[in-house]
C-alpha cells in the first residue's frame, strides 16, 4: 500500500473520527473505502453525449433524417 498524506476541513475529520468507531475500523479504512466507491461509480458512469454522437455519427442510412422525424411529429399533431 501506498501512504498518502490528505488534508481535510476539521468537520470532515471529526466526521471520519466518529463514522470509524461507529464501524470499528480505522479511519483510512473508510477512505480506502470510498475510493473504491467512487472508482466503480466512475467506471459504470454513462458513456459522455460527446462520445455517443462520435460513435453513431452517420449510422442512419434510410434519407433525410430531419424529414424523417418531421414526418412522425406530424402523426402526432394530427391525432388532436
Given at each position: 500500500?501506498?501512504?498518502?498524506?490528505?488534508?481535510?476541513?476539521?468537520?470532515?475529520?471529526?466526521?471520519?473520527?466518529?463514522?470509524?468507531?461507529?464501524?470499528?475500523?480505522?479511519?483510512?479504512?473508510?477512505?480506502?473505502?470510498?475510493?473504491?466507491r467512487?472508482?466503480?461509480?466512475?467506471?459504470?458512469?454513462?458513456?459522455?453525449?460527446?462520445?455517443l454522437?462520435?460513435?453513431?455519427?452517420?449510422?442512419?442510412?434510410?434519407?433525410?433524417?430531419?424529414?424523417?422525424?418531421?414526418?412522425?411529429?406530424?402523426?402526432w399533431?394530427?391525432?388532436?
Amino acid at each position: 500500500m501506498v501512504r498518502t498524506v490528505v488534508s481535510l476541513d476539521p468537520e470532515d475529520k471529526e466526521w471520519l473520527d466518529r463514522k470509524a468507531l461507529e464501524e470499528h475500523v480505522a479511519m483510512t479504512e473508510l477512505v480506502r473505502r470510498a475510493v473504491k466507491r467512487m472508482r466503480a461509480e466512475n467506471a459504470a458512469s454513462p458513456v459522455s453525449f460527446e462520445t455517443l454522437l462520435q460513435a453513431t455519427a452517420g449510422m442512419w442510412r434510410a434519407g433525410d433524417g430531419l424529414a424523417y422525424q418531421q414526418k412522425l411529429r406530424d402523426e402526432w399533431t394530427s391525432r388532436e
